[in-house]
Each structure stands twice: as structure tokens, then as C-alpha cells.
């Protein structure tokens, strides 16, 4: 910056008592500023304003054995040389050695050019003028290279067929081009042989993967995230009805059979529209099975629960949901009674016999969810809990917390920050070694369960209640539990070091006054009152002030006035802190600034350190389970769900039918959700049972589950009599709808998935050898890299179907199937235009790829309607 423009920056003149301190008034500019400052030499920023209009640097020539003629009158940029520093391929139009001395001279001239903007100004059209007459000569002799180089190959290749687009650049000099398709050709044959191999292996190595998920879908999971917008696979949602037997007590009273109800299991293939449950008008039908009077829960373990458990043991998660009103049979099913075990008892048994390991062992937690609160049922006592999101967003159910001292930090100087770790357990947990060990689960958390009066029952569950099963291990156990307590102490010590902090301004000041100030010093000086402000007596409503100590103060001026009597720079209104009195004088207050500095670093440290254990203890955590069991925390989900309520209830009661009704079917939301393949996020969130579910339902990608597969199943239990028609009718309603959402939107999607899965599957597996080949075509035939770049991300999933029409139509490999029309489409007409904002390179490879594409887009619409038998005049192959 030249020094005329250099402006001094006034300080207020010290007050005319004399007071005033000599302290520096400069503006303490920041490290980064002077540094720039100090680096720009004189006429540097105009230099740097030349860069911005400078030309292309002389031509670089590039390696090749046939390009010599070519490359005498043209300089063309090929794959590979990307990475040149050439630049954009404007830049690297070639230049005579006339062009190049006057863009030297141009340049120069443009260099040496200062002082006023005007001349910067002229020097600067005179140089772009320049720049676009060498472009314009350069285009000119392009046209002449295109011709030439087109001539030469329309002799050498097919000439019916479509020209490549070698327009803009080439290398190869056209004698070469023969001998180099035919050695392609031999190459690609045994490529393409290889390729298929390839691609017959993975496909059979596939279809070995996941034997319980869909084969179709059996990838998603790893890849099909929605973080990136892909839609995700469906899960596998199954809804089934189950028809109990007749309660003795039911025998008793004589009850009769729901009129129409079927009792019998129906047939295990049988279509959806099938199983028909209660022949009313129309039929209630459309579940996955119905399991009738006939079957124990064995039975039911195995049809309905045995294949999603097996997740469990690649470390998923299978969930099952049971539903009805009260009497319908679900405690039946899920705990069991007597000697009849519930299918909690039945999968927990099956599980560990297939873990059959010592070392894996089940943790098992309760919890229910009572309106819109939340308990822990495993204990003595219930004990009411948390829902808190964590900083990976996932979803914590935590116990009452407890303040314990913090380990290594003692009261603040001040005694002014937290020095007690508050931390908040999670659902109380008991492990689970053997079946027999889950006793404890029906003798404490059944009881413990919120029961009321429904409208048909007086000792309805008015909760849903949740059971989880995780595979743990002793390892995995203790480093959660480690990774767990320094978790708890990290938000203990940064609100420690935060109210540090907050104190530090406290120790050094007390109130504030209001001065005028430099507006410069105002953004840059957060320091208090300094001796040189110029502290304001009044102000009135029009802006107006008077100030203190100022000869004349009391004349009620505006800021702008008094800077200018003043003959100082822009000032303006700031409230500034009062620095703190002590007895001790400043001294005093140093020191205690100095103590709390202190303060902050040790605590700082601390917070360090503790981040740096948990890092370690999340290494350690990380490790146990990848050196451990692949089934390492899968886990087993059963929920026994509160009956909807249909009624007018009054207060309390309403309000609790209310809740429940929400969150069933925020439920079925979230069913219908992940029944499908969609890249909308189910409604977890709208409810604290779907927020409690989320991570067993449809883990994210920052779950911290090994294993994101997960499969649900809902039971419906209803009762045979006819007197509990209402309600088994209502709870069959409710269980049809999430079969409607499970099976109707798992068929639709399934079509729509297929084709998606097929596309992304090919995004995914784009083979290499593929995409090398279709970039040494695109080299043959002359594509800059960032030409090439561009075709292969438009026909990103499509790369097998580019090869073939790339093949077809540079290699001149027959294709079968791909036919064109008579006369091949006209070659676009080049236009030598120059435009500011579009470099002639981009323009020409955007048109390039819209041709390209477009040309493989018209012949695809082609072969499909050749499929449908519709071209008929549709004579020759494209070679
Ligand atoms: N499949 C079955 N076979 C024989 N008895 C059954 C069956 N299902 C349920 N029962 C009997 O029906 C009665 C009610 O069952 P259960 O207690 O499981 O109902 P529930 O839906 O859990 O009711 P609540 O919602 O009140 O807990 C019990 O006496 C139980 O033994």
C-alpha cells in the first residue's frame, strides 16, 4: 500500500487536567494483518490484480511418438496431464512464438503499470484485448488442426460411422490409430471376459451373505445409508394375529366364539390376502399368519421369532411387539406362565445355546412408558428415568443421577465452580447366563407394571413395557462401564472450567460507564474503561451528548461533531466495564486476574486429559468388540404394548388413552416408514416410545451397534369370546393397519427397490476394469481427462452399458443389440466463441458429454423400442 494512503488514526487528546496516561493509542492490529501488510511490496496488489487477467503461460508440449506433426500447430491436453499445473484447457490453447512475445510484452506492460486506478484500468482492457486476439488466432488454427485431423480419420475408420469427437484435442496422429484399435480390440475381448467372470463370482458370493434378510436386500444395510440421500432397504416388519383357547373361567361362564373368528393356524405360505382372521364384511385378512388356538408358544417361537433371532447373532437386533387388550394372551406369550415359558424365556434359552460361549453372556434392562413418563422396572422400587440425547444423537434412557467429588479438582480460589461430578446411571441391568436367570423378570417387572381400568377391563396394562436382551461380553461390559464414567465426569469439568471462565471477568470489573469511543478502538479493545475515554455525562434523545473533563463538554453535541471538534476519527457511543476496586489497588486486582488464568489452564488441562481417557477408553471399548464375537451387542427386544382405547373417557383417563393412541401410532408411522424403502427418516422423534425403540428398530449410521440389520415382528393377541368382541375387533383394526403399512408398502417397494438396488448396486460395484477401459477409450479417442470424468459421472451405475456403446462406437466393436438410424447424427458445428465466464475447454466438454450422452440416450430409447418390436426401418449396426 503506497504511504500517501496510509491514514494515522487519532486518539481523543488527553483530558486538559492532565490526568491523562501516555499509553499507546495504536490499534494493536492481529498477527495475520501486519504479516500481509509487511509482505506486499509496494505495487504488489497491483500485481496481484494482473494475475487475475493473465493469459495462459506458453505452451507445454507433451510426450507421444506420432504426434509430432500434430502437435507443431497444436498443444492439446490428454488424459493424464491434468495434473500438469496447466491449467483450465483455455490456458493451454497453443501459442506461436509471435503470440507468446507479445503476451510477453502485454504482460509487462500490465506489470509495470501504477498509480492511478485509470491507467490500472487501461492497462488491463489493452491486455484482455490482447489475450482475446491470441485466443481468436488460436481458435482459427484449431478449426484448421480439427479438419485435418478428421480428413485423416475418415479415411483410416469406417466412414459411415459417427466420427469420434475429436475436435478440440489429439494426440495421436492418425496413422497410428489403426494398429492402436486393433490392439485394443484383442485387449478388450479378453477383458470383457474377465469382467464377466468377476462379476458371476460376486454375484455368487452375494447370494451365500445373509440367509434371513431378503436376498435382495441383503446388502443394504452397509451401504444404503441416509445420510447420503439413498433410499434405504426396507426391514422386515411381520404382523400376525394369535387366537388364544378359552380360559377355564371362560369354559365356565359357557362364553361363546366370536361369530366368524377363524381358530385354526393358517397355512405357513399363505398370501397375506389369505389369512382371513374375522369373516365380517369386509374380512378383517391381511397379516402376515394367524396362529391359532392349536399352537403353544413353542410353536409360535419357532414360526414367527426363530429366523429374525438369527440377526441377533450376527449382531442385529430382532424386536417383537405384542398387542391387545387386556386378557388377550400377550403376558401369556411373552412371559409365559408356569410351565409354559414365554417366547422372552424361549429366545433367550435359544440364544445362548447358539452363542455357546463362556464368555458371551445377556444384560438384560426393563423399562416402561407410562404416558410421557418414563421407569425403570428392574428392582425393588420403580424408579421414574430420563430420556437424554448424547452427543452422537443417540437416545439415553438414564436413572436418577448422583453428585460425587470430582477426582483431582479442589474449590475454586473463588469457590466458584463445579467441583462435584454429576452422573446419571442407566436402566438398572442384571446379566442373564442362564434362561432361569430372566425369573426375576416376571416377578418383578410384570407386577410393577401400570395397570387401570380400560373401557372392558379393570386391570388393563396401561403402559407399554420393554424388554431388552444384549450380547455382552465380561471385556465389553467393563470398558463400557469405564467409557461410561468418564463420560459422566467430561460435562462435570468443562462446566467447571466455563464458570472459570465466567468469574474472570467478575474478579477485574464492577459496573460499566458509557464513553466515547474510537470505533476502531470499540471493535478492537474489549479491555475496560481506559483513562482516555471520554466518558459521557448525558444524552439526549436526538443523539446529543455532553462529556466529562472536556473543555466546552457540556455543549451537547453529536458523536460525529465531537469527532470532528476533536479533529479525531469516526467515534461512537461504547459501554465499557469499570474496573473492579480493591482494598490492595490494582496490584490486588492483577493477582487475582493472574489466580484465575491459573485456574482456567489447570482446568483445561484436566478437561484434556479427560478427553484424551476417553478416547482411549472408547480404543479399548472398540477393540473388545471387534477382537470378540460378531454377535457382540445384538440384541433381543420385547415389547409389550398398552391397548389403544376408543372411548370418551373423562379427564385423567383420556388423557391416558390419548398417550397411548399417539404413540401406537406414531408406531405404525414409523412401520409404515421402514417398511419401505424411502429415504424419508421414520417419525421416531414424535414419541418417547418410538424415541426408546429407534435404536433397535433402525439404527443410524452413529449407533453404535456393530450390526444395523434389524427385523420386527408384531403379534396382535386376541381373545376367542364374544364378549370381548369390542375390543378384539379394535385391537385386529389396529394390527391390520400396520400389516397394511408392512405388507403394502413392502410390495410396492420391493418393484421399485429392485430397480433401485439393481442401479445403486452397479453405483456401488462399478467395476474397475470397466471404468479403465472406458477411459482408454476415451483416451483413444482423445477426451481430456476432465471430459472423461465428466461422461462416467452422468452415466454413473450405467458404466457397463457406456462400454458397450464406447466400444461400439470408437473400437468399432459389434454390438448386437445397438443400432442407429440410417444417417448418424450430424456433427455439432464448432463455433470458435470465446466467452469471459466460460473457458472454450469447458464449453466444448460439456458440449461433448451432452452429445455423447445424448447419443447413447437416443440409442437406448432405440434397442428399447426395438424390444417392443417397433423398428423396423432400423437398418445397420453402428460399426
Ligand atoms: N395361548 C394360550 N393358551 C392358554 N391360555 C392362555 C393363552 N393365552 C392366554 N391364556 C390365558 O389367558 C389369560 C389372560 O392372558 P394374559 O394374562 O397373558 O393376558 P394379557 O393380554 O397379558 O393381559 P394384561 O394386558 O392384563 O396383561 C391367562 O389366564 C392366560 O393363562
Given at each position: 500500500m503506497s504511504d500517501q494512503k496510509t491514514k494515522k488514526k487519532k486518539r481523543a487528546p488527553p483530558p486538559p487536567n492532565g490526568t491523562a496516561k501516555s499509553t499507546s493509542t495504536k490499534t494493536p492490529a492481529k498477527k495475520g494483518e501486519i504479516d500481509k501488510k509487511a509482505s506486499l511490496s509496494p505495487g504488489s496488489e497491483e500485481a496481484e490484480l494482473v494475475v487475475v487477467d493473465t493469459p495462459p503461460p506458453p505452451p507445454t508440449t507433451n510426450g507421444g511418438e506420432d504426434e509430432e506433426s500434430v502437435r507443431s500447430i497444436a498443444s492439446p491436453v490428454f488424459p493424464g496431464d491434468e495434473d500438469s499445473g496447466l491449467g483450465s484447457p483455455k490456458s493451454r490453447v497453443s501459442l506461436s512464438a509471435a503470440d507468446i512475445s507479445a503476451w510477453a510484452s502485454s504482460q509487462k506492460t500490465v506489470a509495470e503499470t501504477k498509480g492511478s486506478p485509470l491507467v490500472k484500468q487501461k492497462a488491463k482492457h489493452s491486455q484482455k484485448d490482447s489475450v482475446n486476439r491470441l485466443y481468436a488466432n488460436s481458435a482459427k488454427k484449431e478449426a484448421e488442426i480439427m479438419a485435418l485431423v478428421s480428413r485423416q480419420l475418415a479415411t483410416d475408420m469406417d466412414k459411415t460411422r459417427p466420427k469420434p469427437a475429436i475436435n478440440r484435442s489429439t494426440r495421436a496422429d492418425s496413422k497410428s490409430i489403426k494398429p492402436l484399435v486393433q490392439r485394443q480390440k484383442a485387449m478388450l475381448e479378453k477383458k470383457e471376459a474377465d469382467i464377466k467372470k468377476q462379476q458371476e463370482l460376486k454375484k455368487e458370493q452375494e447370494d451365500k451373505e445373509c440367509?434371513?434378510?431378503?436376498?435382495?436386500?441383503?446388502?443394504?444395510?452397509?451401504?444404503?445409508?441416509?445420510?447420503?440421500?439413498?433410499?434405504?432397504?426396507?426391514?422386515?416388519?411381520?404382523?400376525?394375529?394369535?387366537?388364544?383357547?378359552?380360559?377355564?373361567?371362560?369354559?365356565?361362564?359357557?362364553?361363546?366364539?366370536?361369530?366368524?373368528l377363524h381358530l385354526m393356524s393358517s397355512a405357513r405360505d399363505?398370501?397375506?390376502?389369505?389369512?382371513?382372521?374375522?369373516?365380517?364384511?369386509?374380512?378383517?385378512?391381511?397379516?402376515?399368519?394367524?396362529?391359532?388356538?392349536?399352537?403353544?408358544?413353542?410353536?409360535?417361537?419357532?414360526?414367527?421369532?426363530?429366523?429374525p433371532q438369527s440377526i441377533v447373532l450376527r449382531g442385529g437386533t430382532a424386536n417383537l411387539f405384542s398387542y391387545g387388550y387386556t386378557g388377550g394372551g400377550k403376558t401369556h406369550t411373552v412371559i409365559g406362565y408356569g410351565k409354559e415359558r414365554g417366547l422372552f424365556f424361549l429366545a433367550a434359552e435359544n440364544l445362548l445355546k447358539e452363542l455357546n460361549s463362556d464368555k458371551l453372556f445377556l444384560r438384560a434392562t426393563a423399562c416402561e412408558v407410562y404416558g410421557d413418563d418414563v421407569y425403570d422396572l428392574l428392582g425393588k422400587e420403580k424408579i421414574k428415568c430420563q430420556l437424554r440425547t448424547n452427543a452422537d444423537g443417540q437416545v439415553i434412557i438414564s436413572?436418577?443421577?448422583?453428585?460425587?467429588?470430582?477426582?483431582?479438582?479442589?474449590?475454586?480460589?473463588?469457590?466458584?465452580?463445579?467441583?462435584?461430578?454429576?452422573k446419571a446411571a442407566g436402566l438398572r441391568s442384571k446379566e442373564v447366563r442362564k434362561p432361569e436367570d430372566l425369573k426375576f423378570i416376571s416377578s418383578t417387572c410384570v407386577s410393577k407394571r401400570a395397570t387401570g381400568t380400560s373401557t372392558t377391563h379393570d386391570q388393563s396394562s396401561r403402559s407399554h413395557a420393554i424388554l431388552r436382551l444384549e450380547v455382552v461380553s465380561k471385556e465389553v461390559q467393563t470398558a463400557t462401564d469405564e467409557l461410561e464414567q468418564l463420560l459422566a465426569e467430561i460435562p462435570a469439568l468443562q462446566n467447571a472450567l466455563d464458570n472459570v471462565k465466567a468469574a474472570a471477568h467478575d474478579v477485574q470489573f464492577e459496573g460499566s460507564v458509557r464513553v466515547l469511543r474510537s470505533v476502531t478502538l470499540r471493535e478492537s479493545i474489549i479491555e475496560g474503561k481506559d483513562d482516555a475515554d471520554l466518558v459521557i455525562k448525558s444524552l439526549t434523545d436526538d443523539s446529543k451528548m455532553t462529556l466529562e473533563g472536556i473543555e466546552g463538554g457540556d455543549e451537547p453535541k453529536t458523536a460525529a461533531e465531537w469527532a470532528k471538534q476533536l479533529e479525531m476519527d469516526e467515534l461512537a457511543v461504547t459501554d465499557v466495564p469499570l474496573p473492579k476496586e480493591y482494598a490492595g489497588g490494582k496490584e490486588e486486582r492483577e493477582t487475582k486476574k493472574k489466580e484465575n488464568l491459573e485456574e482456567q489452564v489447570k482446568l483445561k488441562k484436566l478437561v484434556d486429559e479427560k478427553q484424551a481417557q476417553v478416547d482411549k477408553a472408547k480404543a479399548t471399548l472398540s477393540e473388545a468388540i471387534s477382537s470378540g464375537s460378531k454377535a457382540l451387542g445384538g440384541s433381543l427386544l420385547f415389547c409389550d404394548l398398552a391397548g389403544a382405547d376408543y372411548d370418551n373417557r373423562d379427564d385423567a383417563a383420556q388423557k391416558e388413552s390419548a398417550d397411548i393412541n399417539k404413540s401406537l401410532l406414531t408406531l405404525k408411522e414409523c412401520f409404515r416408514s421402514l417398511s419401505q424403502a424411502t429415504d424419508q427418516k421414520p417419525p421416531f422423534r414424535e414419541s418417547k416410545l418410538t424415541r426408546i425403540l429407534q435404536d433397535s428398530l433402525d439404527p443410524d449410521e452413529n449407533s453404535a451397534r456393530r450390526n444395523k440389520e434389524s427385523a420386527s415382528v408384531m403379534l396382535v393377541n386376541i381373545s376367542p369370546s364374544s364378549s370381548l368382541k369390542i375390543g378384539t375387533i379394535n385391537a385386529l383394526r389396529y394390527g391390520q393397519m400396520f400389516a397394511a403399512v408392512s405388507q403394502q408398502n413392502r410390495r410396492q417397494s420391493v418393484q421399485g427397490m429392485d430397480r433401485r438396488m439393481s442401479r445403486l448396486s452397479m453405483v456401488k460395484k462399478a467395476d474397475p476394469e470397466v471404468i479403465?477401459?472406458?477411459?482408454?477409450?476415451?483416451?483413444?479417442?482423445?477426451?481430456?481427462?476432465?471430459?472423461?470424468?465428466?461422461?462416467?459421472?452422468?452415466?454413473?451405475?450405467?458404466?457397463?452399458?457406456?462400454?458397450?456403446?464406447?466400444?461400439?462406437?470408437?473400437?468399432?466393436?459389434?454390438?448386437?443389440?445397438?443400432?442407429?438410424?440410417?444417417?448418424?447424427?450430424?456433427?455439432?458445428?464448432?463455433?470458435?466463441?470465446?466467452?469471459?465466464?466460460?473457458?472454450?475447454?469447458?464449453?466444448?466438454?460439456?458440449?461433448?458429454?451432452?452429445?455423447?450422452?445424448?447419443?447413447?440416450?437416443?440409442?437406448?430409447?432405440?434397442?428399447?423400442?426395438?424390444?417392443?418390436?417397433?423398428?423396423?426401418?432400423?437398418?445397420?449396426?453402428?460399426?
Open positions: 440367509s434371513f434378510a431378503p436376498k435382495r436386500f441383503s446388502k443394504a444395510p452397509t451401504y444404503l445409508k441416509r445420510k447420503t440421500n439413498i433410499p434405504a432397504a426396507p426391514k422386515k416388519v411381520s404382523v400376525y394375529v394369535r387366537v388364544r383357547p378359552f380360559t377355564s373361567e371362560e369354559k365356565d361362564k359357557g362364553s361363546m366364539n366370536l361369530e366368524g399363505a398370501k397375506p390376502a389369505e389369512v382371513v382372521v374375522l369373516n365380517t364384511a369386509p374380512p378383517i385378512s391381511g397379516f402376515t399368519g394367524l396362529i391359532g388356538q392349536d399352537c403353544t408358544n413353542r410353536h409360535v417361537f419357532e414360526r414367527i421369532f426363530m429366523d436413572g436418577p443421577s448422583e453428585s460425587e467429588q470430582m477426582n483431582g479438582v479442589a474449590e475454586g480460589s473463588n469457590g466458584d465452580h463445579a467441583t462435584l461430578v454429576t479403465r477401459t472406458l477411459r482408454e477409450i476415451y483416451k483413444t479417442a482423445c477426451f481430456s481427462i476432465k471430459e472423461t470424468n465428466e461422461i462416467l459421472a452422468k452415466f454413473e451405475g450405467r458404466e457397463d452399458l457406456l462400454l458397450e456403446k464406447a466400444k461400439a462406437k470408437y473400437w468399432g466393436v459389434k454390438k448386437n443389440l445397438v443400432k442407429v438410424t440410417k444417417s448418424p447424427p450430424k456433427a455439432k458445428k464448432k463455433k470458435p466463441v470465446l466467452d469471459e465466464g466460460k473457458g472454450e475447454g469447458e464449453g466444448e466438454a460439456e458440449k461433448k458429454v451432452e452429445e455423447d450422452g445424448g447419443q447413447v440416450e437416443k440409442r437406448e430409447e432405440k434397442v428399447e423400442r426395438e424390444g417392443e418390436g417397433k423398428l423396423g426401418e432400423t437398418t445397420k449396426t453402428e460399426a
